[in-house]
């Protein structure tokens, strides 16, 4: 088991996601930074789609109570195993009653956990992802356990990566939305020539920025919105869907985040800059 002694601002459990049911409303929920997850994973010979905890800003403190072998990844957050510093992408081994403790928030937003074999918890509608009310709770909470394998033998191929963050990345790749074309002059030169700041208004459903381009009157139908489309209010404010997004909308579906974007966007937190780049 592990136990979490403070569950830290927001911690969740998380795999890739939960497939085939939007259609029902359901979001897809999963990582957010998938990127940085899937190089976790592979350090510790995990399936691809092992859960993890996916950290946010002010991380947990955490006590194991079997053996095993862990990666950090995602953000900076100071961790420490035992009060010793430990460092992203490098593979750990733990043993019963080791403690890990997050600390001050250095670089990026979201940190995520991996251990050997995956977390194990109830599979609901072919996922783990914590995502309330298809699952009992949103998040962790003081005291909380969590089920994993006892581990005390493994031989990992490669102990340490060195992998590119995207972490200071500012740029988000988008593709034409569907009603990209209702977009004029003036709202594609700010659209594409400004940075924007990050709203007050972001989490795991969806992200707002501080700018607004202009307005429009366009009335269109409710339609199927995606994790990392971008719709456009009446007033001219974007908002930018993410894993817990709703699955339909009816604002204008101007642009798409690519899958990098939203992994880029998910390490941004209230004031930090982004610009989008049309490919």
């Known amino acids: ?17 939960r497939f085939g049911y939007r259609h029902n409303g359901v979001p897809v929920s999963g990582v957010m930074d998938i990127w940085v997850v899937q190089n976790a994973n592979r350090l510790l010979e995990n399936d691809k789609n092992a859960a993890v905890l996916e950290i946010t800003m002010t991380g947990p403190t955490l006590q194991f109570e079997q053996e095993t072998f862990i990666v950090l990844a995602g953000a900076e957050m100071s961790a420490t195993l035992n009060n010793q510093p430990i460092s992203n992408y490098k593979v750990y081994q733990v043993g019963a ?11 990026g937003f979201r940190g995520y956990l991996a251990i050997k074999n995956g977390f194990k918890s109830k599979i609901i509608l072919g996922s783990r992802s914590q995502y309330f ?4 709770s949103g998040s962790l909470k003081d005291n909380d356990e969590l089920e994993y ?9 490669i102990l340490e990566l ?10 988000l790749e988008v593709t034409k939305g569907p009603e990209y074309e209702l977009l004029d002059d003036m709202h594609l030169e700010k659209l594409f020539f400004k940075e924007f700041a990050v709203a007050k208004e972001y989490s795991r459903m969806g992200y707002q920025f501080e700018e607004k381009i202009q307005g429009h009157k366009i009335s ?29 909308g009816g604002y204008p579906r101007i642009l798409q985040l690519s ?12 004031g930090d800059k982004i610009s989008f780049k049309l490919v």
């Open 220 to 248: 269109m139908l409710t339609s199927a919105t995606l994790p990392g489309t971008v719709q456009i209010t009446p007033a001219g404010k974007l908002i930018v869907l993410m894993k817990d997004g709703q699955t339909t």
């Open 162 to 171: 060195q992998t590119v963050s995207l972490v200071d990345e500012i740029v």
């Open 1 to 17: 088991m592990l136990k979490l002694l403070k569950s830290g601002f927001y911690t969740t459990l998380q795999d890739e996601g």
């Open 133 to 136: 009310p298809i699952t009992t």
């Open 97 to 107: 009653g080791d403690i890990l403790s997050y600390g001050r928030l250095v670089q």
């Open 259 to 270: 899958d990098k974007a939203i992994c880029i966007l998910a390490q941004k937190k209230f």
């Open 149 to 157: 394998d006892e581990v005390s033998i493994f031989n990992p191929k």
